[in-house]
């Protein structure tokens, strides 16, 4: 795929959605870091309706960290993996609260030395919170990245670089939102909705529906 594609791929989706944003819901910089971390391997809807919970009980590292392992799960236990993700979040905010002043921090480093937190939710927290250039690769992106072209290798980390070096620079803060929401909705893993994508014409899938 040519440069003159991939500027038009996010021209198109750009258009159709100029101010893409996360489905976590979240009111801080913390809540979202909480939000990203129990979103692994589950839903962002199934977060939701978990943090809808919990957050009016405990959105700060202190409120969090007062209700112990026990209590998080009590709020969290409707997610995958709940037990492991209690015991990181906890620790998380232990470490917000010793080391951080109880403030998530604008840097890669130090958000990937917090329990439960890897480069992709450390991405997300850069990109969504302060605004950087980063890009989560998770399934979806995987997916759409391969799929229409746009970036295609064997490995995620090999994506999410072959994604910083071709998305065209006036794209890449919001990319990750249009990819990830087109990975959801239309370029679904079992059948892609080619029939209502808008950019199916200048898509490099070989298998496309009608659909």
Known sequence: ??????????RRLREQNPNPETELNYSSNFELLVAVVLSAQATDVGVNKATAKLYPVANTPEAIYALGVDGLKHYIKTIGLYNSKAENVIKLCRLLIDKHDSVVPDD???????????????????????GHPAMAVDTHIFRVSNRTGIAKDKTVLAVEKGLMKYVPKEFLVDAHHWLILHGRYVCKARKPACGACIIEDICDYKDKTSD
């Open 1 to 10: 795929m040519n440069k003159d594609k991939r500027h038009e791929i996010f």
């Open 108 to 130: 890669r480093e130090a958000l990937e030395a917090l329990p439960g937190v890897g480069r992709k939710t450390a991405n997300v927290v850069l990109n969504t919170a302060f």
